[in-house]
């Protein structure tokens, strides 16, 4: 919770100082990501320590999303901070091995990432990078099912991100990389066992946005 509040803080504070000094510019954006893994499987153990299920990745789906963006400019430099809702899912393949059936499920995940990007702008053509925090909201798991599943997402994660875009007129064209610093899956937890994918993912992600005022 603490490290939320010093990033929230943090961001609010380069905000006023932009306002202070730049050409403030407010705008909209959405769009897609696709999430690269290449998770092992993992397996879970009862409490006499015999192999009960084995879960596997199948799919790490495309997610939306969408928000506001806040541009200062400072000649060719800025400083964009973003507020964006992202959605995105994943199936998994589980196989109880046990009775040897096997089954999808599939989870859901909603988070409110917060971008903070420093970069240099050359006619239309931006160069962004920088941190990004993600508070997690909400999600719905087919893993319920089984009685001893449970799941913990830490409130606050920090990613890494860095792009390219096009500025036409009011419009934003965006691609960027992003890369996690926490395993897949690290949420996890049948009975007192946590689990993960062992694998940090990346995301690449492609934006539409419109700028307000200015030229």
Same mark, same amino acid.
């Given at each position: 919770?603490?490290?939320?509040?010093?990033?929230?803080?943090?961001?609010? /504070?380069?905000?006023?100082? &932009?306002? &202070?000094?730049?050409?403030?510019?407010? !705008?909209? @954006? +959405?769009?897609?990501?696709?999430?690269?893994?290449?998770?092992?499987? $993992?397996?879970?153990?009862?409490?006499?320590?015999?192999?009960?299920?084995?879960? !596997?990745? @199948?799919? &790490?789906?495309?997610?939306?999303?969408? +928000?506001?963006?806040?541009?200062?400019?400072? %000649?060719? $430099?800025?400083?964009?901070?973003?507020?964006?809702? %992202?959605?995105?899912? =994943?199936?998994?393949?589980?196989?109880?091995?046990?009775?040897?059936?096997?089954?999808?499920?599939?989870?859901?995940?909603?988070?409110?990432?917060?971008?903070?990007?420093? !970069?240099? @702008?050359?006619?239309?053509?931006?160069?962004?990078?920088?941190?990004?925090?993600?508070?997690?909201? %909400?999600?719905?798991?087919?893993?319920?099912?089984?009685?001893?599943?449970?799941?913990?997402?830490?409130?606050?994660?920090?990613?890494?991100? =860095?792009? &390219?875009?096009?500025?036409?007129? %009011?419009?934003?064209?965006?691609?960027?990389?992003?890369?996690?610093?926490?395993?897949?899956?690290?949420?996890?937890?049948?009975?007192?066992?946590?689990?993960?994918?062992?694998?940090?993912?990346?995301?690449?992600?492609?934006?539409?946005?419109?700028?307000? /005022?200015?030229?």
């Amino acid at each position: 919770m603490y490290r939320k509040h010093a990033f929230l803080l943090l961001l609010l /504070g380069l905000l006023v100082a &932009a306002s &202070a000094s730049a050409q403030l510019r407010i !705008g909209l @954006k +959405g769009g897609l990501s696709t999430t690269d893994l290449n998770a092992q499987d $993992f397996r879970v153990t009862d409490p006499g320590g015999i192999d009960r299920l084995e879960i !596997g990745l @199948k799919e &790490a789906r495309y997610g939306i999303h969408g +928000g506001l963006v806040i541009r200062a400019q400072f %000649n060719k $430099f800025l400083v964009q901070p973003e507020i964006l809702f %992202n959605s995105n899912s =994943a199936t998994y393949e589980v196989n109880e091995l046990g009775t040897q059936l096997l089954s999808i499920r599939e989870e859901k995940f909603q988070y409110l990432d917060i971008p903070l990007l420093f !970069g240099f @702008k050359f006619g239309p053509l931006r160069l962004m990078a920088g941190p990004e925090g993600r508070v997690f909201i %909400n999600s719905a798991s087919d893993l319920f099912e089984f009685s001893d599943y449970d799941q913990k997402f830490k409130d606050l994660t920090i990613s890494w991100l =860095a792009g &390219a875009g096009l500025d036409i007129w %009011n419009l934003m064209l965006d691609v960027r990389y992003e890369g996690n610093f926490n395993n897949f899956g690290d949420h996890i937890r049948f009975g007192n066992q946590k689990f993960d994918f062992s694998d940090t993912p990346s995301r690449w992600t492609f934006s539409v946005g419109f700028l307000f /005022g200015g030229k």
